[in-house]
C-alpha cells in the first residue's frame, strides 16, 4: 500500500514539475553577450603602448646617488595614427630611488631604479611605467634575454628594477626593457607635423620674346629700337612682344622706317636703302646799291 501511495504522488506531482521547468525565463539558458569595445579616441597616445628603452650609459650601485637621472633611448619608433609622435633615438629618464654599495661581511649590495618619462617627437613628457598593467597586481612585466642575463626582476610598480647580489650592482650600458605608457595622452598632431617648409616663391614668368633678323643694303647701317641704338645690320634683335619703333639708318642714305607688332617667333626685315637725294640749293640775285 505505502509504495502505491507514493507511486500515485509522483505521478500527480510529475505535471507540476514540468510545468515549472517549462515556466522558467530564457534568458537564463541564453550566453551573456559582450558589450562591444569602443573604439580608441583619436589622436591619443593609449595608456599601455609598449616603449623599447635601452640603457644610454652604464650605472653601479657603488657610486649612484638617490635622485639621479639615468637616460635611456628609445629603440624603435611609435606611430599615432600614422603620425611618428614618439622617434626612434628619443630620450627617456628614470631616477634612483634606492642606491647602497655591498657592505662587509658579504651583504648585497643595493639599487633601485624608476622609469619616470620619454620625450615626445613635440618636447612634451609622456608618463611611463615598469609594468603594461598598474591596476590589476601581481602582474610583472615580459623580461629580455639580456635582462635575465643581469638579474633585473620587474615588479607590479615602482622601482622598476631590484638588484640584490653579493656585491655592487652593475646595469651595463646597452641594456633593454620594455616600459609602457602610464595613462592615455591627448596629442596635438599639428606638432608633430614638423614646421611646414616656406613656400617657395614663385618663378618670375619668362618675358616672352621674339626675334627680329635685320639685314641692309648697302650692310653697315645703323639700327635703333624705339629711339635706341642696338646694333649694325646684319644683326639679329631680341624684342620683347608688342609694339615697337624700328629706324635703319646709313650717311648718304635715305632713312628707313618701320612699326611692327611683334607677336612672336621671328622675324626677318631685309632692308633696301635708297641713295638720299641731293639737297637743293637756290640762289638769290644779287643786288647792287643804287
Known amino acids: 500500500m505505502r509504495k ?20 522558467a525565463p530564457a534568458k537564463d539558458s541564453q550566453p551573456a553577450t559582450a558589450s562591444p569595445t569602443a573604439p580608441p ?20 650601485s657603488a657610486d649612484a646617488k638617490v635622485g639621479q637621472e639615468v637616460p635611456f633611448e628609445v629603440v624603435e619608433e611609435i606611430s599615432v595614427d600614422g603620425v611618428a609622435v614618439l622617434p626612434k633615438g628619443a630620450t627617456a629618464i628614470a631616477s634612483v630611488t634606492e642606491a647602497d654599495h655591498k657592505k662587509s661581511m658579504g651583504r648585497a649590495g643595493k639599487l633601485n631604479v624608476s622609469i619616470s618619462y620619454v620625450r615626445l617627437g613635440d618636447q612634451e613628457k609622456a608618463a611611463l611605467r615598469a609594468v603594461k598593467d598598474s591596476k590589476g597586481g601581481g602582474h610583472t612585466g615580459a623580461m629580455t ?3 635575465v ?18 656585491k655592487d650592482i652593475t646595469i651595463p650600458q646597452g641594456t633593454e626593457i ?3 605608457v602610464d595613462g592615455d595622452m591627448h596629442l596635438d598632431m599639428a606638432k608633430f607635423g614638423g614646421a611646414s617648409p616656406a613656400p617657395l616663391a614663385a618663378p618670375a614668368a619668362a618675358v616672352a620674346q ?10 653697315g647701317a645703323d639700327i635703333e629700337l624705339d629711339g635706341g641704338f642696338v646694333g649694325n645690320t ?3 634683335i631680341a624684342v620683347t612682344l608688342g609694339s615697337h619703333q624700328i629706324v635703319v639708318k646709313k650717311k648718304g642714305f635715305a632713312y628707313w622706317t618701320r ?17 638720299a637725294a641731293p639737297a637743293a640749293f637756290t640762289i638769290a640775285p644779287s643786288t647792287s646799291p643804287q
Open 4 to 23: 502505491s501511495f507514493f507511486a500515485l504522488l509522483f505521478l500527480a506531482l510529475c505535471p507540476l514539475l514540468f510545468a515549472q521547468q517549462t515556466s
Open 41 to 60: 579616441p583619436p589622436h591619443t597616445l593609449l595608456d599601455g603602448t609598449p616603449v623599447r628603452l635601452r640603457l644610454s650609459q652604464t650605472i653601479s
Open 145 to 147: 634575454g639580456a635582462i
Open 149 to 166: 642575463a643581469t638579474s633585473i626582476v620587474f615588479f607590479p610598480a615602482a622601482p622598476l628594477f631590484l638588484f640584490m647580489h653579493g
Open 178 to 180: 620594455t616600459a609602457f
Open 210 to 219: 621674339a626675334n627680329i633678323v635685320i639685314d641692309s643694303t648697302p650692310p
Open 234 to 236: 646684319p644683326s639679329t
Open 259 to 275: 612699326k611692327l607688332n611683334v607677336t612672336g617667333g621671328s622675324i626677318h626685315l631685309n632692308v633696301e636703302l635708297e641713295t
